[in-house]
C-alpha cells in the first residue's frame, strides 16, 4: 500500500490513475451513501437521517407537529451535510401518498399533489412520524442496531433501523448511482406479511410459491396491472424486469346513445396535468382521431372525461390508442439493485430480499433480548441487594448514622456488590415500608421468569422464529387487512394480447353514395338520399354505376380483366366535383373497365363469371388487395372479358344468355376455387352470358318490369343442371334480358 504524502511532497502520478483513483472513491460514496436503498429498512442515508432527526424531536405519532424549517435545520446540521432543498424534497415525498405506498411523515400544510404542484416553503409545513416510522424504529434504544458517528463527530446516528415494516418492498425505492441504478415498486404490506411467513414455514420454496401470496406490486395510485404472470415470476426470480401499468377506467351512458370515458385513477407517478396537456396536444395535431374532447373534473378524487368522436366509436378502441401514444400506460421497471448487510450492491432476487429482511429482524430480535436480559441482570442486582437490607434494617441504620464510611462497612457486614451498596445507601426513607419490601420480592420474581423466558428463547431458534413470524403477522394485520392503508390499491388484470384496432375504428362513420362514371371518374356523395341520375357529369360522360355504402366500408372494384381492386370509403374523393379517375387511384389497365362494384362484407362468397358464361365461387376474403395493382381472380381467354361480380347469398343461380334463353340451377354445382377461369354455367351455340343472378329458391326469381317487381315461384320449367342451354324465360320478362 502507498504511504500518505508527507506535507509539501510532490509525487508523479499517471493523470489515468489519479482520475480512476478518484472517480472510484465518487463512484463509492455515491451508490453507498446517496442513491442505493439498504435491503434491511429500505432507506437511503438522507431518509435515515431524517427519521432519526425527527424522533430525536420527539415528533411522535401521539404528539403535535413541528415546522418543516426545524426538521431540516437539524437534519444538515447534525446528520446530514448537503443542502436544505434537496432534505425538505426527500423530507415532502416521505409525505405524499400518491408518491409513497406507506408515509413515513404525516404532513400539514401544502405538500404538493398529483398534478406535480410543488409543497409550500419548508418554513409554512409542518410534519411529524406516522405509526409506519414508528414501527421502522422500534428497539433504537434496545441495542437492536448500530450507531456510528456523525460526519462531524460531535453526535451519534444508525447505521440501520430495525425496521420491524418491511420498507424495502412496501415503498419501494428509486435512484441512479455511478454505472448502476436500482427501481423497486411498492407492493402491499399485507401481501409481503404473508409470503414473509410463507418463507418462515417453508425455508426452501421458490419464487412461485412465493407470489401466491405477492403477486405483484400495488401503487399507492391504483391503476390496473396488466401483466403475464410468467412475466411478473421471471421479473422476481431475476430481479430483473419491468410491469406494464394502465390507467382505470370506465364508461358512463349518456342520453340519445352517447356516452362518455371516465379515467378514475392514472399509472404511478404521471403527472395529471402534464398527462392531459398531451393528450390535448395530440388532439390538436389530429393524431387522435377517435376522440373529441378531455376535461379535467377532479377534485380531491381523479375524474378524467373523454369524449368520443361518436357514438360508433368503441370505446375500447379509443382508449387502446390512447394507451399506445400517452402516458396512461406506462412501463414500471424492476431493478432489485441494494445494498446487502456488507453494504455490497448486487441485484437481488425476490427471495433473497425477503430472506434478508428476516435475517436482520433475526438479529434485531436477539440483540434486543441480550439487552434486555442484561437490563434484567442489573435490575435483580439491585433488588436483592434491597432485599437483604430488608432482613436488618436496623443494623443498616445503625451503620449508616454511626460509621464514617457507611458504604464499606456495608459491603463488608452484607456481602454487598458496589452496586448494591449505592443503591441502599440513595434509598428513600419512604422505602423502608414492609408494603415496599412486598413489590421488590414480587418485581424480582416477575423478572426472574422474564429473564429465564428470553434465557430460553436465545437458545431456542425455532422459538425465535415462532416469535418473529408473531411480529410480522401483527404487522401485516395493523397496517394491512381492508382498511383504506392496507387494502390493495392496483388491480390485477390479464396481460393484454396484440390488440389489432380495426383501421375503421379510426375513421368516422357516415354515408356515402360512390357514384363511377361512364368516363372511369369516381367521387363519393354524403348519404343515400340523393337520386345518382341527377348527379352531374362532364359534357360527353354520364352514370356507370352507383353504390350505396359507408365511409368505413371497403369497395370492391371488379374490372374486365378479372382482376378486383379495394378502396376505402374514406378514401375516395369528396367534395362537389366531379372527383377523380380512377386510374389516378388504382392500377387499372388502359384497356379495362368497371364491370361490377360491391361493398366488401367479410366471410361472404361472390359469384365471377366471364362474359362467355365461365365462373366460380370465391371466398370475398380472397380477393381483398393491399395494393394499388390489385388481385387476379378470373383468368381469361383472348376476347373473352370478365362481366360479372355478385354476393353468391342463395341456393340457386338464374343466368340467362343473349339468346334470351334462362337457366337455373343450385349453388352446389359451382366450385369453390381462389383464382382461375372456372367452370362452364351455361352453354350457348351464339354469343355469350347477358346476366346472372344469385337467390333462395324458395323464394322464386324475381326481376324488374319498368317500376314494378315480379317474381315466378314455379321455377320448374327452368331448373336444370349447371352448362345446360336452359330456355326461354317466363312470359313479362325484360327484353333487355335484365334481371334489375
Known amino acids: 500500500m502507498t504511504e500518505p504524502a508527507a506535507a509539501g511532497e510532490i509525487r508523479e502520478t499517471k493523470l489515468t490513475e489519479a482520475l480512476g483513483e478518484r472517480y472510484l472513491a465518487y463512484a463509492m460514496s455515491t451508490i453507498v451513501s446517496r442513491s442505493l436503498p439498504d435491503v434491511r429498512d429500505g432507506l437511503k442515508p438522507v431518509h435515515r437521517r431524517l427519521l432519526y432527526a ?44 400518491f408518491a409513497v405506498r406507506y408515509p413515513l411523515v404525516e404532513g400539514q400544510g401544502n405538500f404538493g399533489n398529483i398534478d406535480g404542484d410543488n409543497a409550500a ?32 463527530g460531535t453526535e451519534e446516528e444508525p447505521v440501520v433501523m430495525p425496521a420491524a415494516f418491511p420498507n424495502l418492498l412496501a415503498n419501494g425505492a428509486a435512484g441512479i448511482a455511478v454505472g448502476m441504478a436500482t427501481s423497486i415498486p411498492p407492493h402491499n404490506v399485507g401481501e409481503i406479511c404473508a409470503a414473509l411467513g410463507h418463507l ?55 342520453s340519445h346513445g352517447l356516452y362518455q370515458i371516465v379515467v378514475t385513477e392514472i399509472p404511478y407517478q404521471v403527472q395529471k396535468s402534464r398527462l392531459i396537456e398531451k393528450i390535448a396536444e395530440l388532439l390538436n395535431d389530429r393524431k387522435l382521431p377517435l376522440l373529441a374532447d378531455i ?30 401514444q400517452t402516458d396512461l400506460e406506462v412501463r414500471v421497471p424492476l431493478n432489485m439493485n441494494v445494498l446487502d448487510r456488507d453494504a455490497v450492491p448486487r441485484v437481488m432476487t425476490l427471495k433473497e430480499v425477503l430472506r434478508a429482511f428476516l435475517d436482520h429482524r433475526m438479529e434485531v430480535l436477539e440483540r434486543r433480548s441480550r ?21 436488618d434494617l436496623d443494623e443498616v441504620i445503625r451503620i449508616i448514622r454511626e460509621e464514617d464510611e457507611p458504604k464499606p462497612a456495608l459491603m463488608r457486614r452484607f456481602d454487598l456488590t458496589e452496586v448494591q451498596t449505592e443503591a441502599i445507601l440513595n434509598m428513600r426513607l419512604r422505602s423502608l415500608r414492609r408494603l415496599e419490601e412486598m413489590e421488590i420480592r414480587k418485581e424480582h420474581g416477575a423478572l426472574s421468569t422474564e429473564r429465564a423466558d428470553l434465557a430460553a428463547l436465545l437458545a431456542d431458534e425455532g422459538r425465535r422464529w415462532t416469535t418473529i413470524a408473531g411480529q410480522i403477522a401483527g404487522i401485516g394485520r395493523q397496517f394491512g387487512g381492508t382498511g383504506a392503508l392496507g387494502r390493495r390499491r392496483t388491480e390485477l388484470g390479464e396481460g393484454p394480447s ?9 375513421i ?13 371518374w369516381i367521387r363519393a356523395v354524403r348519404g343515400h338520399g340523393d337520386n345518382p341520375e341527377d348527379v352531374k357529369f362532364k359534357d360527353g360522360d354520364g352514370l356507370h354505376l352507383a353504390l350505396k355504402a359507408e365511409t368505413t366500408d371497403k369497395i370492391l372494384v371488379f374490372a374486365s380483366d378479372g382482376r378486383v381492386y379495394t378502396l376505402g370509403g374514406d378514401r375516395i374523393p369528396r367534395g362537389r366535383g366531379h372527383g377523380e379517375p380512377l386510374r389516378l387511384i388504382v392500377d387499372l389497365a388502359n384497356d379495362a373497365d368497371v364491370a361490377a362494384m360491391l361493398v366488401h362484407r367479410p366471410g361472404r362468397r361472390l359469384l365471377v363469371a366471364s362474359n362467355s358464361g365461365r365462373g366460380f365461387l370465391v371466398e370475398e376474403n380472397e380477393v381483398l388487395a393491399q395494393t394499388r395493382a390489385g388481385r387476379m381472380v378470373l383468368t381469361l381467354d383472348t376476347g373473352e372479358r370478365a362481366a360479372f361480380c355478385v354476393p353468391a347469398e342463395g341456393d340457386a343461380v338464374g343466368i340467362i344468355g343473349d339468346n334470351r334463353k334462362l337457366l337455373v340451377f343450385k349453388t352446389e354445382e359451382i366450385p369453390v376455387m381462389a383464382r382461375g377461369r372456372g367452370v362452364m354455367l351455361q352453354k350457348y351455340r351464339d354469343g355469350g352470358a347477358a346476366d ?27 331448373l336444370g343442371k349447371r352448362a345446360s342451354a336452359g330456355r326461354l324465360p317466363p312470359t313479362g320478362f325484360p327484353r333487355s334480358n335484365r334481371f334489375g
Not at 201 to 207: G, I, K, T
Not at 508 to 520: A, C, D, F, N
Open 121 to 152: 416553503a419548508m418554513r409554512y409545513t409542518e410534519a411529524k412520524l406516522t405509526a409506519v416510522a414508528a414501527a421502522l424504529m422500534d428497539g433504537l434504544d434496545e441495542d437492536a442496531a448500530d450507531f456510528r458517528p456523525t460526519y462531524d
Open 498 to 506: 396484440a390488440v389489432v384496432v380495426p383501421i375503421e375504428a379510426f
Open 371 to 391: 439487552h434486555r436480559r442484561e437490563k434484567i441482570d442489573k435490575r435483580l442486582e439491585v433488588l436483592e441487594g434491597y432485599l437483604k437490607a430488608y432482613l
Open 295 to 324: 376535461r379535467d373534473e377532479s377534485a380531491e378524487d381523479v375524474r378524467v372525461v373523454l369524449e368520443p368522436r361518436n357514438r360508433t366509436v368503441e370505446a375500447g378502441h379509443l382508449m387502446e390508442q390512447l394507451f399506445r
Open 54 to 97: 425527527m424522533r430525536q424531536l420527539r415528533l411522535d405519532p401521539e404528539g403535535g407537529f413541528k415546522k418543516c424549517a426545524r426538521v431540516v435545520g437539524d437534519v444538515i446540521g447534525k446528520y446530514h451535510p448537503h443542502g436544505d432543498v434537496a432534505v425538505y424534497d426527500a423530507l415532502v415525498r416521505l409525505a405524499q401518498d
Open 200 to 254: 418462515i414455514r417453508d425455508p426452501e420454496c421458490d419464487v412461485d410459491a412465493l407470489i401466491a401470496h405477492l403477486p405483484g406490486p400495488d401503487f399507492p395510485t391504483g391503476g390496473v396491472l396488466v401483466e403475464s404472470r410468467e412475466a411478473i415470476a421471471e421479473a422476481y426470480r431475476s430481479g430483473r424486469g419491468s410491469f406494464r401499468l394502465r390507467a382505470k377506467w370506465g364508461v358512463e351512458k349518456l
Open 508 to 520: 368516422e362513420r357516415e354515408p356515402i353514395t360512390v357514384i363511377l362514371s361512364r368516363k372511369g
Open 692 to 718: 346472372i343472378t344469385v337467390f333462395t329458391l324458395a323464394d322464386g326469381l324475381s326481376w324488374k318490369s319498368g317500376e314494378r317487381e315480379r317474381t315466378e315461384r314455379d321455377l320448374t320449367p327452368w
